[in-house]
């Protein structure tokens, strides 16, 4: 089973932009799907953008489409996210997720990260 380790959040104005990344350990990171899910303060975690082992699937959240990419490097065993256009909305604690199973938004997640704070000002 793989473990996650996020980086790359912070605090950005509303308008800017942030890269999250996600550092898989293991040798069998190219076998899955991997996710991005957000937890806002006094909110439930929400799904945020998935990608299939290869990359060539991927998966949005409405409120988060056509600002925010996720692609991955399974040379790298890295999965990231590209977040343009930030909101103050989407302030949260942003959580790295994997599954062998092509379906992450559908709750099918069977390792979690622990969690890096995205805060957008505004």
């Known amino acids: 089973q793989v473990q996650l380790v996020e980086s790359g959040g912070g605090l950005v104005q509303a308008g800017g932009s942030l890269r999250l990344s996600c550092a898989a350990s293991?040798?069998?990171?190219?076998?899955?799907?991997m996710g991005w899910f957000r937890q806002a303060p006094g909110k439930e975690r929400e799904f945020v953008a998935e990608?299939?082992?290869?990359?060539?699937?991927?998966s949005y959240a409405d409120s988060v489409k056509g600002r925010f990419t996720i692609s991955r490097d399974n040379a790298k065993n890295t999965v990231n996210l590209q977040m343009n256009s930030l909101k103050p909305e989407d302030t949260a604690v942003y959580y790295c997720a994997a599954s062998q199973t092509y379906g992450l938004q559908l709750g099918h997640v069977e390792v979690w990260g622990q969690g890096t704070l995205v805060t957008v000002s505004s």
């Open positions: 293991g040798h069998t990171f190219r076998s899955y799907a």
């Open positions: 990608i299939s082992w290869s990359g060539g699937s991927t």
